[in-house]
């Protein structure tokens, strides 16, 4: 089986809105799928559907190709964090994540370690026997991002699971994520499309209730005549090297550039390299990099930034 979760035309209505409306998504297993739209486009209700937790008017939803969610089939193989989650205030991290992975089936020594594995992995050791009211919002997310992956399930859903985290939790939770890719199907819904870029492998565009379009992110980002270069130093003649590329058109980056990865570091600049359909990525790299190498080459970038590619720029 190469999808991990298959949607075919879901509609769910409330009177005349339809929050669904031919919802079709075919999630691969393994991937990271990022879904991307603007607020009330459906990416919530879609995964709400997936879960059980929104029954829809029209359509199909097949989890690990055993139809719908079933708690019998799935439990304990499929997990969610919705947005909008919270916890118990009189609960304690280490025996809520207990009692969860109890839920799910787990014997009460699996649980205690899996338990106990996600209080690390979510740096939260020294809360364990904390209350969830005394923890800060951060923390509580660091909680709740915890509880999705008890027990190691095949697919995890998770809807903005980096909002109200600082910038070191921030990144020690994408780490973590991007060691699941490949193990483990995860979908990210985000606003943060700095985030979904990092993560993942596939991302999906939803408006008004449907997918627009769904691809790999180097497919989507990448077909866009365009290559930025982060170097050392810039080349004093850039008109030369352009004479000796034909084609191609140089362009100093500025903040429009901001995909270029630390560019903003003391010397560093970005080389914008533009230039037309007939001409492929490959051919301008062989062209320039020849004559870019003597500025120290620091990173090589193609195509847009998923935000551009999102906003059509």
Same mark, same amino acid.
């Given at each position: 089986?190469?999808?991990?979760? @298959? %949607?075919?035309?879901?509609?769910?209505?409330?009177?005349?809105? =339809?929050?669904?409306?031919?919802?079709?998504?075919?999630?691969?297993?393994?991937?990271? %799928?990022?879904?991307?739209?603007?607020?009330? =486009?459906?990416? !919530?209700?879609?995964?709400? !559907?997936?879960?059980?937790?929104?029954?829809?008017?029209? #359509?199909?939803?097949?989890?690990? #190709?055993?139809?719908?969610?079933?708690?019998?089939?799935?439990? #304990?193989?499929?997990? @969610?964090? /919705?947005?909008? $989650?919270?916890? /118990?205030?009189?609960?304690?991290?280490?025996?809520?994540?207990?009692?969860?992975?109890?839920?799910?089936?787990?014997?009460?020594?699996? *649980?205690?370690?899996?338990?106990?594995?996600?209080?690390?992995?979510?740096?939260?050791?020294?809360?364990?026997?904390?209350?969830?009211?005394?923890?800060?919002?951060?923390?509580?997310?660091?909680?709740?991002?915890?509880?999705?992956?008890?027990?190691? /399930?095949?697919?995890?859903?998770?809807?903005?699971?980096?909002?109200?985290?600082?910038?070191?939790?921030?990144?020690?939770?994408?780490?973590?994520?991007?060691?699941?890719? #490949?193990?483990? !199907?995860?979908?990210?819904?985000?606003?943060?499309? +700095?985030?979904?870029?990092?993560?993942? !492998?596939?991302?999906?565009?939803?408006?008004?209730?449907?997918?627009?379009?769904?691809?790999?992110?180097?497919?989507? %980002?990448? +077909?866009?005549?365009?290559?930025?270069? %982060?170097?050392?130093?810039?080349? $004093?003649?850039?008109? *030369?090297?352009?004479?000796?590329? /034909?084609?191609?058109?140089?362009?100093?980056?500025?903040?429009?550039?901001?995909?270029?990865?630390?560019?903003?570091?003391?010397?560093?600049? =970005?080389?914008?390299?533009?230039?037309?359909?007939?001409?492929?990525?490959? =051919?301008?790299?062989?062209?320039?990099?020849?004559?870019?190498?003597?500025?120290?080459?620091?990173?090589?970038?193609?195509?847009? $930034?998923?935000?551009?590619?999102?906003?059509?720029?």
């Amino acid at each position: 089986m190469n999808e991990a979760i @298959i %949607t075919r035309g879901l509609v769910k209505k409330y009177g005349r809105h =339809a929050a669904l409306n031919g919802f079709t998504l075919a999630v691969p297993s393994g991937s990271i %799928t990022g879904l991307v739209g603007r607020n009330g =486009a459906g990416k !919530t209700t879609w995964m709400m !559907t997936v879960a059980g937790f929104v029954i829809p008017n029209a #359509g199909e939803v097949s989890i690990l #190709g055993s139809g719908p969610f079933d708690a019998g089939r799935h439990g #304990g193989r499929f997990t @969610i964090l /919705p947005q909008d $989650s919270d916890l /118990p205030n009189e609960g304690r991290v280490r025996s809520l994540l207990v009692g969860y992975a109890r839920l799910q089936g787990m014997t009460r020594k699996d *649980a205690a370690k899996s338990a106990d594995e996600l209080i690390e992995v979510m740096n939260l050791a020294d809360k364990a026997n904390a209350s969830i009211r005394s923890l800060s919002h951060g923390m509580r997310k660091r909680v709740m991002v915890a509880q999705a992956f008890l027990g190691h /399930p095949e697919v995890v859903m998770l809807d903005e699971p980096l909002s109200g985290l600082d910038p070191v939790e921030a990144e020690r939770l994408r780490s973590f994520l991007l060691s699941l890719r #490949g193990k483990t !199907t995860l979908v990210i819904s985000s606003h943060q499309l +700095d985030d979904i870029e990092k993560l993942c !492998t596939h991302v999906a565009f939803v408006a008004d209730g449907k997918v627009e379009r769904m691809e790999t992110l180097r497919a989507i %980002t990448s +077909d866009s005549g365009r290559i930025v270069y %982060t170097l050392k130093t810039l080349p $004093s003649d850039l008109a *030369a090297i352009e004479q000796e590329c /034909p084609g191609v058109r140089l362009v100093v980056g500025d903040g429009e550039y901001g995909r270029v990865e630390r560019v903003d570091r003391v010397g560093y600049v =970005a080389l914008v390299a533009e230039f037309g359909e007939g001409m492929t990525v490959e =051919a301008v790299n062989a062209a320039l990099l020849p004559r870019l190498v003597p500025f120290g080459v620091i990173a090589v970038t193609p195509g847009r $930034s998923l935000e551009e590619a999102y906003l059509g720029k």
